[in-house]
T-cell receptor
Framework: EADIYQTPRYLVIGTGKKITLECSQT?????MYWYQQDPGMELHLIHY???????EKGDLSSESTVSRIRTEHFPLTLESARPSHTSQYLC??????????????FGPGTRLTVL | LAKTTQPISMDSYEGQEVNITCSHN???????ITWYQQFPSQGPRFIIQ???TKVTNEVASLFIPADRKSSTLSLPRVSLSDTAVYYC?????????????FGAGTQVVVTP
């Protein structure tokens, strides 16, 4: 069973607030990812990291930012939340040294609602 | 990353076999075919991966023809708990980039 955690699971906030979505994994994986998924829609990669101090933007443009100061921790921040940010945010990690090198282990997600 | 095409939805009754076919005409020589399952309000989870012919595990079977331009995920004797979205992905198994491209997936609904 994968050990990847996301907090909070659900968040309802008002427009303009700064928020940070937490993601932690205890598997020692170097690679971590953030996806955004609207209900019934596909996942879109918004950020990824290959290791400490490495962050890249994903395929879908996002106003969020990420940091990777520690291997196990990959938080996502929205400086000023807007209703258009309402979505589910999924964090994942992977380890190319594993037999299925590109298998990604997902957290339970954070469902964000911005009023 | 090769593009994949799969049906939007499939309905089934409990106890039946469900087969989901995915097309990937532009699959590259080094690409593996991977399937993920996603339950509502959860992240996707890996269920099976293959390169060619047939792969079977405790959850599903994956059939890949010789030309590898398509693949079929087979779920034997489905139960209500198999209701989920199933994603077909194509990519290099040990790609140093590690990026996956999820399509829209196939919503499988199992009814009694």
């Amino acid at each position: 069973e994968a050990d990847i955690y996301q907090t909070p699971r659900y968040l309802v906030i008002g427009t303009g607030k700064k928020i940070t979505l937490e993601c932690s994994q205890t598997m020692g994986h170097d690679k971590m990812y953030w996806y955004q998924q609207d209900p019934g829609m596909e996942l879109h990669l918004i950020h990824y990291s290959y290791g400490v101090n490495s962050t890249e933007k994903g395929d879908l443009s996002s106003e969020s930012t990420v940091s990777r100061i520690r291997t196990e921790h990959f938080p996502l921040t929205l400086e000023s939340a807007r209703p258009s940010h309402t979505s589910q945010y999924l964090c994942a990690s992977s380890d190319p040294r594993l037999p299925r090198g590109n298998e990604q282990f997902f957290g339970p997600g954070t469902r964000l609602t911005v009023l | 990353l090769a593009k994949t095409t799969q049906p939007i939805s499939m309905d089934s009754y409990e106890g039946q076999e469900v087969n989901i076919t995915c097309s990937h005409n532009n699959i590259a020589t080094n690409d593996y075919i991977t399937w993920y399952q996603q339950f509502p309000s959860q992240g996707p989870r890996f269920i099976i991966q293959g390169y060619k012919t047939k792969v079977t595990n405790e959850v599903a079977s994956l059939f890949i023809p010789a030309d590898r331009k398509s693949s079929t995920l087979s779920l034997p004797r489905v139960s209500l708990s198999d209701t989920a979205v199933y994603y077909c992905l194509v990519g290099v198994s040990t790609d140093s980039w590690g990026k996956l491209q999820f399509g829209a997936g196939t919503q499988v609904v199992v009814t009694p």
